[in-house]
Structure formats: C-alpha cells, structure tokens
C-alpha cells in the first residue's frame, strides 16, 4: 500500500513538472530584469512621497522630480533609458519605457 502511495506520488509531481511549467535561461533572464526594475520603481515611489511629505510639495513636473530624486532611481537599471513622469493628471505614474511595468504614486 505504501508502495502504491509513493509511486502515486511520485506520478504526480512527474505531471506537475511537465514541459509547460519549465522556463528557459533566457524567460529567467528576462523576468529577473523586470523584476530589477520594478524594485527601483517602487524605491523611487516610495523615495518621492517621503520626498514630499517633508517639503510638503507635491511633484508635478519632471524639473521638480529629478530635484527630489536621485538619478540612479530615475533610470531603468536594465536598459539605461529615463523613467517617464506623468504628474499632468490625479494618477501620477512613473513608468519605464523599456515595458518593465509602472508605479502609481499615491495620494495624501
């Protein structure tokens, strides 16, 4: 019977790690790099409304944001390339132009 058990078990976790639930190198690579990218983009947020909070300013221009930030949290750390501001509407975005994803800044 637990011959029977195991060999079921064993089974199982054969069809759980199928051909469809392996990544390659590259899909790794990749993901990894997104998610590099997001973590500066959440630290920038973060950076910002701290910013903010203290000078009790709120950041609406791309001028007033590279005064609040420091360049390493204004540029994608994969690609090099300048996160996009958006500070015209009520949902400010700093987003990456590279397609690694975008962070919404909250409001007070």
Not at 78 to 88: K, N
Not at 92 to 98: A, E
Request: proline share 3%; with cysteine.
């Amino acid at each position: 019977m637990r011959f029977l058990m195991l060999c079921f078990a064993v089974l199982l976790l054969l069809v759980a790690c199928g051909e469809q639930t392996t990544m390659s190198i590259e899909d790794m690579r990749l993901r990894l790099e997104g998610n590099r990218c997001r973590a500066v983009l959440d630290k920038a947020a973060y950076e910002l409304m701290s910013w903010e909070y203290k000078n009790e300013q709120r950041v609406t221009t791309d001028e007033l944001l590279r005064s609040a930030l420091p360049d390493s949290l204004l540029t994608c750390p994969v690609t090099g390339e300048r996160y996009i501001f958006d500070g015209s509407s009520t949902d400010r975005t700093l987003t990456c132009p590279s397609g690694h994803g975008s962070v919404k800044l909250m409001e007070e």
